[in-house]
């Protein structure tokens, strides 16, 4: 009976990943000899699956998957969770950012508590000025939005029952989003402290393109209000037009004043039709979604499997 799983996820990690593999042995022997480190490797441009390859051969505990194609980091830690089998679930970034070190104590801290997930709250976050202020507008409009109210200080790195870990696998949806995900299924939760360290190795693979596609997801997998923000603003445009309308009108009647009437038409034209545009992107979004949900592909594909078991 496996005790611990800890999940990794790995992108371009070559020169992380020896020190990364020992020092999460080191903390798992803290808390049981009964564990697996599994590593999920979403098809890096580097050297990091030979890398996983050779430090896999060295202990069975130590188990690697590695997808077919980049399916992106939620979809890894998808795949991950899916093969976990410890009564106790640790997942986290391979960025060395969070210290595995923290594992035993959050080990401990899960156990005496009754809660069903602890997550790591990050003291000093060493992220960039620029990050830091993205992730705190997007968790504030993200809330404002969805009603789950997340946590800033708050990133991958949380440790989770069984049954935490057996609830997730029932959600099949394409556009997945974890860090709601967890929070909607509501389970008693926790919360621990840990410094967050700065980056060793290599430079995050997150730029503004990923960050707005990861908010753009998260907000729409949970909520609908950009439908009805969407309808507010076509009745508000509509009320305005006509507002405008028999402005001119009463102009014409009360004064016989001419009102021209090309440029505030050429104005009239750009703005409904920009308007449109909008309103239709926003529907497109979820169209796009419901297409992508029918067609049933798979989450994640997988080219080669390491040391797992054939129940994995």
């Not at 949380?158 to 997730?168: A, E, G, K, Q």
Request: glycine fraction near 6%; include cysteine; aromatic fraction near 14%.
């Amino acid at each position: 009976m496996t005790e611990l799983s800890i999940v990794v996820t790995i992108y371009n990690a070559e020169e992380v990943l020896p020190e990364l593999v020992d020092r999460l042995q080191k903390a798992a022997l803290q808390v049981t000899e009964q564990y697996e480190l599994i590593f999920i490797e979403d098809r890096s441009r580097d050297r990091s699956w030979p890398v996983l390859k050779a430090e896999a051969a060295k202990d069975s505990r130590i188990k690697a998957a590695r997808f077919a194609r980049n399916f992106g980091q939620h979809n890894a830690l998808t795949a991950g969770l899916y093969m976990a089998k410890g009564n106790y679930v640790v997942m986290m970034d391979g960025d060395l950012q969070d210290e595995p070190e923290v594992i035993p104590r959050l080990y401990e801290n899960i156990r005496q508590s009754e809660n069903e997930i602890v997550y790591v709250r990050r003291i000093n976050r060493k992220d960039s000025g620029f990050k830091r202020l993205t992730s705190r507008m997007y968790n504030n409009i993200f809330s404002v939005m969805s009603g789950i109210k997340l946590d800033p200080h708050v990133g991958t790195f949380r440790i989770m029952t069984r049954l935490v870990n057996d609830s997730f696998r029932q959600f099949r949806e394409v556009h997945k989003y974890i860090g709601g995900v967890f929070y909607w299924m509501n389970f008693q939760e926790g919360y621990f402290d840990a410094e967050h360290r700065e980056r060793k190795y290599g430079k995050s693979n997150y730029n503004l393109s990923r960050m707005l596609k990861l908010a753009l997801n998260g907000m729409l997998s949970f909520s609908n209000k950009p439908l009805n923000i969407a309808m507010y603003i076509g009745f508000l445009s509509a009320f305005g037009s006509l507002c405008m309308g028999l402005y001119f009108i009463s102009i014409k009647l009360i004064y016989n004043a001419n009102v021209p009437g090309y440029y505030s038409l050429i104005v009239s034209l750009y703005f409904i039709g920009g308007l449109i545009l909008f309103v239709l992107g926003i529907i497109g979004q979820y169209i796009g979604r419901i297409y992508d949900q029918t067609r049933s592909r798979p989450e994640f594909l997988i080219q080669d499997k390491i040391n797992f078991d054939h129940e994995q």
